[in-house]
């Protein structure tokens, strides 16, 4: 490297040194921390002892719980993922329509996302209380017998799947971004050449969304296993373990049962998972996305 | 001539310096002040004391109380030299602030409650102190003292103030129902019998609720999770007692006269028990404690005392509590703190807590209980009886600290009862399958806790 490229890289590393100390401080160093407690049993009042492999051995042979938790979160990502790409694709359709009023639309789609989590559970809390909620006497006006919601096995999952969609605004903010992008000569030709609204959908729009698809798929898939709010301040991985998420687990196992050695290698299995699960929407990337500058054969 | 313009080089290296001096300059010390020429000394330097507590909670005293204590504190002959800063934390963020900085070691306060059992570890052993000042721990409730004070054949801190829960009942509604108002006795069966008559789900007015999962009402039936000594769950967690325990449980749950626990999640406030359903006149029986005896006055319900209702043969079962006020150990002010703690929990700040207007406050130092603005009401009287003639149950759980890891096991099952996805006959064969998952905690927590 020449003497101004030298000095050039300096200059760069000097001008980013605010934000690298930082990553340093609160990203970096903490991982590298995690990883080596993860080997350790601690107890976080008394120090840290090494115990090399045997918290991840632990885990994998012996603890029923570890499984539970994942389960509940791989299903919980099943459900999500597909209902909240699908609605976020259509909402955004919907909001990318030239009407009058439509900004007073996207500002309101979008509020859920800004609101707090905690509030937001609270209140979802109280709209799918069983008894006076405002959904069951909605659903009741409509002589349906609503579920227990939060309270029911069977539909305690889904109502944390109904929470997280009702945040789909963002979601839908990111594709109407993408679909702007479109250009609309597109749209017009293939209109001169008899195409109708769903040939339209599906031979310009779709495809020349994959790209803003891909990456809010990864964004939400990400978001999708760190699902933890709505449990610790609603349902505390009830009832009958059926909302007993993997973030719920590990937050109970270093907060309350104290057992930060065991809590990191969680965490670090977790996120070797999520890691594999993005590499893998990477990896497929070829097969379904298209930019539209990727020059074709 | 063109005046000299700014390069786009030397503009990103101006601003890269720039903004490299700011993030440097906030991670260095600042520098020292000059050394000030000190005064003839007469007086001796004041040490701060870090005293964490929470705010915003009465029993702990208003920031007014506190106020006025600092200043009490501050005439005596250790405001001389001990300054006390107080901070006030929420009463729900105080735990994970105190786990925080004793795991870390770094920003631990002087002075603080020390109410996780795995934070003792950290707590500075104040034996030394207290043979050294003759400070006379034979002042605290005895019982008490001896629960939460000692560990690890050291004294680790001091019990400030006293708390038990029992069962508040509407006069009002016991009367609508024809039901006879309790007396020192009362039966698990009787209580029982009586939500069930006093309990109209058409008009959500409910009876009782169903205690939570190993409460009092369990331990009242003789039920343990394991024996005495801690070591072995079979034949106690699947014995008779507990097995009598859930079906009990079983009972109420199905009796239709006690909220749902969508209800009971919606309108509980404190997690201290159904405190709104009761205030609001829709709960006959509620489990309380004495902090809500002014509450509950100010509601403008006509309510009546009684202890947890007993099982034939078995101990009358409280849950009571003292909190325990200590110096962690990597504080590196003790001879400070030592002089606002033995205040701030002696005689002197307990009598302070317990005088300020509109205090819930019970001191554990009974010599001061005569002295109580509320020593001659029947419902003080109620509450140092439950104090000074049932079991505490504390007194045993609070010697494993796995206890709660242990009774989380029966977790699934409490929700099955209170669902109404089980059948009565089937809890014995439930239990029965949770024995080894319940031994395999016992055997590891104890393997780490050396025992």
């Known amino acids: ?297 | 001539m063109k005046p000299n313009k700014l390069s786009r080089r030397d503009f990103l290296r101006l601003s890269a310096l720039t903004a490299a001096s700011a993030a440097l300059s906030g991670c260095t010390k600042p520098p020292a002040s000059p050394e000030p020429v000190e005064p003839a000394a007469t007086t001796p330097s004041v040490t701060e004391v870090d005293w964490w507590t929470v705010g915003g909670v009465e029993e702990f005293g208003t920031e007014e109380t506190v106020e006025a204590m600092l200043a009490e504190f501050e005439k005596g002959p250790a405001g001389s030299w001990v300054d006390v800063k107080p901070t006030f934390l929420p009463d729900d963020g105080f735990s994970e602030k105190m786990t925080t900085v004793i795991g870390t070691g770094s920003g631990v306060p002087d002075v603080a409650f020390l109410w996780i059992s795995e934070w003792l570890p950290q707590a500075a052993d104040i034996t030394e102190y207290i043979e050294r000042d003759d400070f006379d721990v034979g002042m605290f409730n005895q019982r008490y003292f001896d629960m939460l004070c000692c560990y690890d054949d050291k004294i680790v801190g001091l019990p400030l103030g006293l708390g038990a829960n029992f069962y508040f009942y509407n006069k009002t509604l016991l009367e609508e129902a024809g039901v006879d108002f309790p007396e020192w006795g009362y039966a698990m069966d009787q209580w029982l019998e009586d939500v069930i008559k006093i309990g109209d789900p058409d008009k959500k007015i409910y009876g009782g609720r169903v205690p939570g999962l190993w409460s009092p009402n369990f331990y009242a039936f003789g039920a343990r999770p394991f024996s005495e000594d801690g070591t072995t769950v079979e034949g106690y967690l699947n014995g008779p007692k507990t097995v009598k325990a859930f079906e009990f449980i079983y009972d109420l749950a199905t009796s239709g006269a006690v909220p749902t626990s969508a209800e009971m999640e919606m309108l509980r406030t404190e997690g201290t028990g159904p405190v709104d359903l009761f205030m609001s006149g829709r709960l006959a029986f509620a489990q309380l404690n004495n902090s809500h005896f002014k509450r509950v006055e100010e509601a403008g319900v006509d309510y009546g005392l009684v202890h947890t209702p007993t099982v034939g043969g078995e101990q009358i079962i409280h849950n009571g509590w003292s909190l325990l006020v200590g110096i962690p150990a990597a504080s590196e002010k003790k001879d400070a703190a030592w002089e606002w703690l033995k205040w701030y929990v002696g005689e002197p700040g307990q009598s302070l807590l317990m005088l300020s207007p509109g205090s819930t406050f019970i001191p554990s130092i009974p010599a001061l209980l005569q002295d109580h603005p509320n020593s001659e009401d029947e419902r003080y009287k109620f509450f140092f009886k439950i104090l000074n003639e049932t079991y505490l149950i504390n007194e045993w759980t609070n010697r494993f600290p796995y206890i709660g890891k242990v009774q989380r096991v029966c977790s699934d099952l409490y929700d099955k009862i209170y669902l109404g996805e089980i059948a009565r006959g089937d809890i014995k064969g439930e239990l029965d399958a949770l024995v080894s998952q319940a031994q395999k905690v016992v055997d590891e927590e104890r393997a780490a806790l050396g025992l």
């Open chain 1, 1 to 297: 490297m020449n003497r101004l490229r030298r000095r050039e890289a300096i200059e760069g590393y000097i001008g980013i040194s605010p934000w690298l100390a930082g990553f340093l401080v609160f990203t970096a160093g903490p991982l590298v921390a995690s990883f080596v407690l993860s080997f350790t049993d601690w107890q976080i009042t008394v120090a840290p002892r090494w115990v090399g492999l045997s918290n991840y051995v632990r885990i994998f042979a012996d603890d029923a719980e570890f499984y539970a938790a994942l389960k509940v979160t791989f299903t919980y990502v099943a459900m999500f993922l597909p209902l909240d790409l699908t609605m976020g694709i259509g909402l955004s359709l919907l909001l990318n329509q030239k009407i009058p009023g439509i900004k007073v639309f996207r500002t309101v789609f979008y509020l859920p996302v800004v609101l707090s989590g905690v509030s937001v559970s609270l209140m979802w809390m109280w709209v799918l209380n069983p008894d006076w909620g405002l959904a069951n006497t909605l659903l009741g006006s409509l002589g349906i017998q609503g579920p227990g919601w939060y309270w029911d096995p069977d539909w305690a999952l889904p109502s944390v799947v109904l929470m997280g969609l009702w945040r789909v605004g963002g979601s839908a903010i990111i594709y109407l971004a993408g679909l702007q992008n479109i250009s609309p000569q597109l749209y017009e030709a293939a209109t001169i050449d008899g195409a109708g609204i769903w040939t339209r959908l599906w031979n310009i729009t779709l495809p020349l969304l994959t790209p803003t698809i891909f990456f809010q798929l990864v964004m939400e898939l990400i978001d999708a296993f760190q699902v933890f709010t709505a449990v610790y301040v609603i349902t505390g991985g009830g009832p009958l373990h059926r909302t007993f998420f993997y973030m719920y687990y590990l937050y109970r196992t270093a907060f309350q049962d104290f057992d930060m050695g065991y809590a990191s290698a969680l965490a670090w299995i977790i996120g070797v998972i999520i890691m594999l699960f993005t590499a893998l929407v990477f990896k497929s990337s070829a097969l379904w996305v298209y930019y539209e500058s990727e020059v074709q054969g």
